[in-house]
Every structure is written in C-alpha cells, then in structure tokens.
C-alpha cells in the first residue's frame, strides 16, 4: 500500500510519524531544489517546529526543471521516509513538513504565483553550486550561459532559479509586497552572499530600481549546512518500505549527524529551527570554512583518489592506507591556516569527520561525489591552498589531491563512453586530451583560468608541486590512471 495520510494507520509500529494536524498547516517556506538534502536536512528542521505546535511554516518544494519529485510525493500527500542510519543502529520516520510538491514547466505559473503571494515569507535553495550560474574563479554571474540568457530575454516564464526570485520579487515590489527571504543552504562559502551577488547582478539587467529595491530589502542570511545523505539506491527503498510496512516511492537514507548554523537575519520573520538543534550565529564564515575545507575537501579528495583504485564508496576508500596517508597530512594542511568557529577544536572536528565517512550503513558513491569539480575544487581545497601559498607555506597534500582531480579527468577523456559530470565537462575533457606528456597534461589543466584562476598557473613552484603529485600518483601501482600518459 502507498505512503499517503490515509495510510498511515497502517504504518508499521515504531516508526514515528507526523502527530500534528497537516491540514491546518500553512504553507510559507517555498523551497527551490527538493532533493535528498533538503528533505534530510531543512524539512526536517521544519517538521521538528511544526510538530512543537507552531504550524505556520509548511514547505511547498519545487523542482525547477523536473516533475520527478512531484510525480513520487504528490501521491504519498508530501509524506517520505527518512531514514537515519548509525553504523549499528537505524531510525526511520515520517516527516511531514513537505506540504505540496511543484514541479517542471507545467507548474511554473504556480510556483510564481505562489512565490509571488505575501503567504511565502522564506524562499529557501538547494540547487547545488552550478545553480548559481557564477564563475567558480571570479564569483562574476555568467550572463552569457544560455539558461540565464534565455531567463532574461523572457523574464515572465523564467526557467532558472534566479529568474524566478527575481521575476517574484519584481511582481512583489509592484504590488506593494514585502520580499520574502532567499535563504541559501548550498555548499558555498558565503552562500548568502553568493546569492545576493548573484541575483542582484540578474536584477540589475532587468531594472535598475528593482536592484536597488533587492539590495536595501531582501535578507540573504548566510547557512552553513551538514548532513551526509547519498542519492537515494532502489535497495534503500526496499529496505526502508519493508521497515515502514508502506510503499514510499522516494524514501531518503541519511546519517544520524546533522548540523544547520544560520545567520539571524530574515525579512518576515522565520521558525524556531533551534527546536531540532539548528543554531543562529554571527560567525557563520567560520563554519562554512571549516566544513567546506574539512569535510567537503576531505570528501573530494576521497573521491578522485577512491575513483582511481576501485573504490566506489566512501566508507571503502576510508579502508584503504594509501588514501588516509593522503587524507592525514591534508587535514594538518587544511587545519594550519583554518580559523575555526569560537569554542570548535578543529583536531577533534577532523576526527569526528573520520568517524562519519567510516559509516559503513551510508553507501556514499565515490562517483556521485566526483561530480562538479571545476564548482567545488575552488572553496573546498583552492581557497585553503591560497591561504597557505600566502604564507609561503608549501602543500604537498592539497597539490596531490588536485592532482588527483585532473587524473580522474584525463582516464574520462581517453575512456569511450565514459562521462564527466560536469558544466565544464567540453572544456576540460578537449584539455585533457591535448597531449599524453605528464608537465602538458597538467599545464593545459591548471590554464582553466574559471577553476584555477590566473595566480595558481603563474606559480613556477606549484606547478612544479602539481606535476611531481600528478607523475606520483600515475606511477603508483595501487592507481589505476588513464594508460596513455608519459613522463
Ligand atoms: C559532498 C556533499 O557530494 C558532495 O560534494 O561532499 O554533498 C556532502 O556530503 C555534504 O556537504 C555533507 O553535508
């Protein structure tokens, strides 16, 4: 029997579910990008206040350019199965702060009508670093990229994330209505800030006073978000439905940790989301650092080098020596030049990261993580290998781990068939190809200016560093690099 509100009665005994009146809930958070993390993470959040009483933040969550979620939810009335998985012990429950689901082109009247009505108060996003359509490098929006170019040529069926918020707040503004929030829970340092830049620079080719309006008016609160949850794999929603004793079409399997740190700065108001641990602080910049070097760039760096030696996840690729000989030295460099949040031993930090990535319950694929590295290299192990090149310090680790990335691109550009998932996928794949000499391969690499920015091609030292970790790891017998490279 499916997942829906009349068939929880049938829900299996102990798996908690939702004992608040859904009906009564009043839908205010608009959340854009409702994949897994949201729904393990925010809409859990969200679930924990509306369940202490306080039913004013309902979320309707929307896919801007799929129904999928829409077709799996809608029938089970926004109800899934979370499933917390510890390394012995699990615990499954429904949540049911996901009041309605849009999805695709055919709802996009909806959405902004919705997004458009003073009922949304808080726009929230996870659309993952691409989303924001910016230069990883220069931060600058890239007005050029067909998606963006296409919102603006027809603002009033906008088909991206930042054509949305932006057409909304435009139709706000002229109808006298306060903005909402645009809240980013996106794995990038100063994530609010990002948005901002990002949605004022759109703005500001469509209409001058509604920049100005977005900028004296709209709170972007910056987040710093954590909790490790794998794409969802069909024997995680065996698993979870014979648990729950229901069928539910897109069930999520995360971690038992979760960690949400958010800026206090919101336009209408907003949840109590302390309720379910979440914090408010002022030193948000501190987090993010520390766990977008620390977790994510220990993640990345898991990977590429669990991708080069058969490991396909993360728990496995923790089992191997020689990548936790890789991963030790890296977090030292990391952590040298880390300003940690008031009060947080970073070496503690890393050990507890250590424990997470062993979870052997979190079947956490190597690939899915390699995805999107010319969007995730820049904050997760270029900013901390900035720091460190300013200090003069050198960073054999950070420099194999780059190395690493670009091994992982060049097997993909001499595999037939193979992919790489990735908005620069053409231009780093033609770069991959244009030699088969080790010091080539690296040279044209390192030119990507969007990753790499001008200063790091320009430093004889670390080029120098790179290619020696790159011809490191390509002659390692435990590596398995693309064949054709030469010394
Ligand atoms: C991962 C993150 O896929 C990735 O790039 O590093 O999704 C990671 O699992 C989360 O940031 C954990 O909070």
């Not at 079409?249 to 940790?257: D, G």
């Not at 990391?334 to 979870?359: C, D, M, T, W």
Request: with cysteine; glycine share 6%.
């Amino acid at each position: 029997m499916r997942l829906s509100e009349k068939s929880l009665t049938q829900l299996s005994g102990g798996v908690a579910k939702p004992g608040y009146d859904r009906s009564k809930v009043v839908g205010s958070i608009v959340h854009l990008g409702i994949g897994a993390f949201h729904r393990a993470h925010q809409a859990m959040f969200t679930d924990a206040v509306l369940a202490s009483g306080d039913l004013a933040w309902g979320i309707i969550g929307a896919s801007v350019n799929s129904a999928k979620m829409k077709n799996a939810l809608v029938p089970q009335d926004g109800l899934y199965a979370l499933a917390e998985m510890g390394a012995d012990s699990e615990k499954v429950r429904i949540i049911g702060s996901i009041i309605d689901v849009l999805g695709g082109a055919e709802d996009a009247d909806k959405l902004l009508a919705k997004m458009s009505d003073l009922s949304t108060r808080i726009v929230s996003i996870t659309v993952t670093e691409k989303g924001y359509y910016l230069d990883p490098a220069s931060g600058q929006l890239q007005l050029q990229a067909p998606a963006i170019a296409a919102d603006l040529a027809a603002l009033a069926t906008p088909k991206t994330i930042l054509g949305f918020i932006v057409q909304a707040l435009k139709k706000r503004k002229a109808a006298g209505i306060p903005p909402f929030t645009v809240l980013s829970c996106d794995n990038l340092p100063n994530n609010g800030k990002l948005a901002k830049a990002a949605v004022l620079a759109f703005a500001r080719q469509v209409d001058a006073d509604l920049a100005a309006w977005i900028e004296a008016s709209v709170c972007f609160p910056c987040t710093m978000v954590d909790r490790i949850t794998p794409a969802t794999t069909d024997a995680d929603r065996a698993h979870v439905n014979q648990v729950i004793g229901l069928d539910d079409a897109w069930p999520v399997v995360t971690e038992q940790f979760v960690q949400w740190v958010i800026e206090d700065q919101f336009t209408l108001g907003r949840p109590d989301w302390t309720i379910a641990g979440a914090v408010f602080s002022d030193e948000i910049e501190c987090w993010e650092n520390m766990k977008l070097r620390c977790l994510n760039g220990a993640h990345s760096t898991l990977a590429y080098l669990g991708q080069l030696t058969g490991r396909e996840t993360v728990a496995d690729a923790m089992q191997l020596p020689l990548i936790t000989d890789i991963l030790d030295p890296l977090w030292v460099e990391i952590r040298e030049v880390l300003h940690a949040p008031k009060g947080v031993n970073p070496a503690e930090y890393v050990e507890s990261l250590k424990q997470r990535f062993r979870n052997p319950a979190l079947k956490h694929r190597t690939a899915q993580i390699a995805s999107d590295g010319s969007q995730k290299l820049p904050q997760r192990l270029l900013a901390p290998l900035r720091d460190r090149l300013a200090k003069g310090l050198a960073s054999p680790a950070i420099a194999t781990a780059i190395a690493a990335w670009m091994h992982y691109a060049v097997k993909i550009a001499h595999t037939p068939d193979a992919v790489l998932n990735d908005p620069q996928s053409a231009e780093i794949l033609a770069r991959a190809r244009l030699s088969s000499d080790a010091p080539s391969i690296v040279g044209h690499l390192l030119a990507l200016d969007k990753i790499f920015g001008a200063d790091l091609p320009a430093n004889a030292d670390f080029r120098a560093l790179l290619i020696a970790k790159f011809v490191e790891l390509a002659t390692n017998p435990e590596v398995a690099t693309a064949a054709a490279i030469r010394f």
